[in-house]
T-cell receptor
Framework: EAGVAQSPRYKIIEKRQSVAFWCNPI?????LYWYQQILGQGPKLLIQ????????DSQLPKDRFSAERLKGVDSTLKIQPAKLEDSAVYLC?????????????FGDGTRLSIL | DAKTTQPPSMDCAEGRAANLPCNHS???????VYWYRQIHSQGPQYIIH???NNETNEMASLIITEDRKSSTLILPHATLRDTAVYYC?????????????FGEGTQLTVNP
């Protein structure tokens, strides 16, 4: 089966600009996650969707970050305005949902650099 | 979720077994042990998970102690492509939408 697809692979912007990332999960996966990974650290969950509803966004900086999954399939993550500390890799993951011991499968991420 | 402790780095010779330890002394009864790895410039890759019993798949074996306070991931015949950061994660199976909480992991280097 095809894996989690993310685009773009790399993005460079200046601070205070806006940026958006796109994710297409594995077909049939109801649960979708966005993680932020700062260099040298493990990924940190930003937001989790179950179909098109938000399950957990407790660690999402809502003053500048937003995410949507309108039709319960693809998702976009947006940052507006970007700050220097947002430089990181943004990872999307998906799982079948339902029972919580289903493993998450990750895309290769979007590497964001803020100048 | 329970916290895990892993050594920051390990080395292994190519072709030998790599045994990666993980301590999770505060694990509760409904928490699974997951292992992921992350090769440079790629997303984390799921390896294996277990609750109480030892598990084996095509990638690795997971040995969980009887008291569930520690576990070991075994790569039976390590290759250079197994060089990666390995994350041991304890995850609540009953909380709706339980997240994966990544620590800093173990950097495994497989040497020729």
């Amino acid at each position: 089966e095809a894996g989690v697809a993310q685009s773009p692979r790399y993005k460079i912007i200046e601070k205070r600009q806006s940026v958006a990332f796109w994710c297409n999960p594995i077909s049939g996966h109801a649960t979708l996650y966005w993680y932020q990974q700062i260099l040298g650290q493990g990924p940190k969950l930003l937001i989790q969707f179950q179909n098109n509803g938000v399950v957990d966004d407790s660690q999402l900086p809502k003053d500048r970050f937003s995410a949507e999954r309108l039709k319960g399939v693809d998702s976009t993550l947006k940052i507006q305005p970007a700050k220097l500390e947002d430089s990181a890799v943004y990872l999307c993951a998906s799982s079948r949902g339902g029972r919580n011991n289903q493993p998450q499968h990750f895309g290769d991420g979007t590497r964001l650099s803020i100048l | 979720d329970a916290k895990t402790t892993q050594p920051p780095s390990m080395d292994c010779a190519e072709g030998r077994a790599a045994n990666l330890p993980c301590n999770h002394s505060t694990i509760s009864g409904n928490e699974y042990v997951y292992w992921y790895r992350q090769i440079h410039s790629q997303g984390p890759q799921y390896i294996i998970h277990g609750l109480k019993n030892n598990e084996t798949n095509e990638m690795a074996s997971l040995i969980i102690t009887e008291d569930r306070k520690s576990s070991t991931l075994i790569l039976p015949h390590a290759t250079l492509r197994d060089t990666a950061v390995y994350y041991c994660i304890v995850r609540d199976s009953e909380t709706s939408g339980s997240r994966l909480t990544f620590g800093e992991g173990t950097q495994l280097t497989v040497n020729p």
